[in-house]
């Protein structure tokens, strides 16, 4: 720990390590794989592939580098292989590390979908609602709406994990959060959670 690296990672603790630290993201990478996708099977593919992938390069992994930003950097380039685009290099991230670590399971709550009124009533849809409104939209929109309202990553981060302009990420998040929250207060609607105005019931105001 305190000398120079001479000898090259024994396979069998690089196996071990990879699953401790790897492993602890699987949740969060198969929830962006089902948005990329738009099919269970097919994101349980990709993210075995992201996976094969990440093993492949973590040998050489450089430990300044954002681990979790790293698998979702994989992840994100493994899915444009799978389109029938050029296959990208593993890469490592030269954007500064954020603690790595196990977040919450994903919820609709997290999704900043409104900043009105409108908050409550959109807060009390269930999360089939909310999953059902994010796969309506496109997937280039629904992929960054999910990486910057569940996930919370940057505008810079993004455009770095997509291999796209930060530009592109901001029109993009911009017009995703707008399109769903308009399927979501669609939603609302059906549900008697809004009126027609856009304002909650009158039960729902006075709720706690």
Request: with cysteine.
């Amino acid at each position: 720990m305190n000398g120079p690296v001479t000898a090259a990672p024994d396979p069998a603790e690089l196996v071990v390590l990879f699953e401790r630290v790897a492993t602890p993201f699987i949740d969060q990478l198969y929830a962006a794989a089902v948005q990329m996708t738009r099919d269970r099977g097919d994101a349980e593919d990709l993210i075995q592939e992201t996976y094969r992938r990440a093993f492949d390069a973590f040998g050489s992994f450089a430990w300044t580098t954002n681990l979790r930003m790293w698998l979702f950097q994989v992840l994100a380039d493994t899915a444009l292989d799978a389109c029938g685009e050029p296959q990208p290099p593993v890469r490592s991230s030269s954007l500064p590390g954020r603690p790595v670590g196990r977040l919450p399971e994903p919820t609709h709550s997290t999704l900043r979908v409104s900043q009105t009124a409108q908050a409550q009533a959109l807060g009390r849809l269930p999360d089939h609602e909310v999953k059902a409104a994010l796969r309506q939209l496109p997937r280039k929109l629904a992929i960054v709406v999910h990486l910057a309202d569940v996930e919370e990553f940057s505008h810079m981060e993004i455009a770095e994990i997509l291999r796209v302009p930060s530009s592109t990420v901001r029109s993009r998040l911009h017009y995703g959060r707008r399109c769903l929250r308009g399927l979501l207060t669609d939603a609302a609607r059906r549900r008697g959670l809004l009126s027609r105005t856009g304002k909650g019931s009158v039960g729902d105001s006075a709720a706690p």
